[in-house]
């Protein structure tokens, strides 16, 4: 992501604060990358407006998928991944079904 897509997003979703070493240079953590991983999901492949992502993120609800475990890495997002990609193709079918 481009530095200042991360700086807009950072004034605009409360729960991304990376902390800030002395020269002022942000430090992300697991957890920051994490939240911008679902932000980005949230915004260019689920196409939610800011304010639909914000409500997403507080919430906490992921479209009827179940969360992935909090420490759980690639194969976790892996599945979640896979199970949005399967709902959204059934949903599909059913709308193309005579």
């Known amino acids: ?8 997003w ?6 991304l604060r990376p902390k800030k070493n002395p020269a002022g240079q942000r ?9 911008i991983l679902r932000i980005k999901t949230l915004l260019y492949d689920e196409r939610l ?6 409500k997403r993120l507080v ?7 179940d969360p992935p475990d909090p420490g759980g890495g690639p194969d976790a997002r892996s599945t979640v991944a896979l199970r ?3 709902e959204r193709l059934e ?8």
Do not use: I
């Not at 992501?1 to 807009?8: G, I, S």
């Not at 430090?27 to 939240?35: C, G, I, Q, S, V």
């Open 1 to 8: 992501m481009p530095a200042y897509v991360l700086r807009y």
């Open 10 to 15: 950072e004034s605009e979703f409360s729960l």
């Open 27 to 35: 430090l992300y953590r697991p957890r920051d990358l994490e939240l």
């Open 49 to 54: 407006t800011l304010e639909g992502a914000k």
């Open 59 to 65: 919430t906490g609800s992921r479209g009827g998928a």
């Open 84 to 86: 949005r990609v399967r």
């Open 91 to 98: 949903a599909l079918r059913r709308l193309l079904a005579p």
